[in-house]
């Protein structure tokens, strides 16, 4: 069972050098559009690329430090959509939200039960 | 004829279209504004102020080139503001997104228009500071469909979930990096998001099926 968590990361891996991909074709159309036509500045989106990219590499090979980033940043994206939702979501849309958040957490559960199993 | 307004901040002017530019200070712009014109002003400083001309419509906004305003109330007879209707600069843009969707497609003409994506030919309709648009399907954000309608048509309805919810937390992220001001941090709070969202579901979703003929005619014919 513990066996399948490596290769669960692995694969949250290429799914984060997907996601990677598309942030940064969406920054080169915003470069397109700020150049051609004053669009608004969507620089984050290369930095978001970046450390998706690097952090999806990283899961592919099952290091360690990949795992904690990946698990520090969808805890702090599952846990601020939980809180924020009973904040401003209207019912019945925070349960969506909650739901979404929980979806987020949960990567952090086989990440510690089997941290020694990475590089 | 003109309305005045000032920005207490240092702004740039990006484009102007019959916007007479008053005097130029250091920290203070003021420009005279022709009622009948596109007027867009940004500030170069990120600071966060808001000024608002008495008929509610933006000419300074807070931040950098992320938000930009159509500086006139609309002259058709829509409220433009909240109301049914749209204001000139709202018709003549959809006007281009729907010449657009019936040559190209709803996916390209979402893409060729989208802010910062595309030419931001929906800029009037910039959700930033602009309310939704109450449309014969109920109130739109019009931004937030075309980005969402840029995505490909939806067979499921999951990709546009996953467009939706995803695209709303970047968006969030990036307003929290620049420290831009935001109204509603998670998808599915508001309910013009909502309704915009459950808009673009449907496979046959076009902009064509939103602003029909006939809502065009009711509320950009002069």
């Known amino acids: 069972m513990t066996s399948a968590h490596p290769t669960l990361f692995r694969g949250l891996g290429y799914i984060l050098l997907a996601f990677a991909a598309v942030l940064f074709l969406l920054f080169l159309a915003n470069v397109r559009s700020r150049l051609l036509y004053h669009g608004p500045n969507y620089s984050p989106l290369l930095w978001l690329s970046m450390y998706s990219g690097a952090v999806g590499v990283g899961l592919v090979y099952l290091r360690k430090w990949a795992v904690a980033l990946f698990v520090i940043s969808t805890v702090t994206i599952g846990v601020f959509m939980i809180v924020r939702s009973m904040i401003e979501t209207p019912f019945p849309w925070t349960l969506v939200n909650i739901a979404m958040g929980i979806l987020f957490c949960l990567p952090s559960i086989p990440a510690v039960r089997c941290w020694s199993q990475f590089r | ?222």
């Open chain 2, 1 to 222: 004829m003109f309305g005045r307004a000032t920005c207490a901040i240092r702004c740039r002017v990006v484009t102007v279209r019959g916007l007479e530019v008053v005097s130029r200070q250091e920290g203070v712009l003021r420009a005279g504004v022709d009622q009948a014109s596109h007027v867009v002003v940004v500030p170069t400083l990120a600071h966060r102020t808001h000024r608002m001309r008495k008929d509610g419509a933006q000419l300074c906004d807070w931040k950098g080139n992320q938000n930009r305003s159509v500086g006139h109330p609309p002259s058709n007879g829509g409220t433009g503001i909240g109301g049914r209707g749209m204001n000139d600069a709202q018709c003549q843009a959809m006007n281009i997104v729907l010449n657009r969707e019936k040559r190209y497609g709803t996916t390209a003409a979402a893409w060729m228009s989208a802010i910062g994506f595309g030419d931001g030919t929906i800029q009037p309709f910039n959700s930033s500071n602009t309310p939704p648009t109450n449309t014969p399907v109920g109130p739109i954000k019009v931004d937030w469909y075309t980005n969402i309608q840029g995505t490909g048509p939806s067979l499921t309805g999951g990709g546009n979930f996953l467009a939706y919810t995803a695209g709303k937390l970047i968006w969030t992220g990036l307003r929290l990096a620049t420290g831009a001001p935001i109204t509603n941090y998670l998808p599915f709070t508001d309910s013009a998001e909502r309704n915009t969202f459950a808009q673009t579901l449907s496979p046959f979703s076009h902009y064509s099926n939103i602003f029909t003929p006939k809502f065009m005619k009711e509320n950009c014919a002069k």
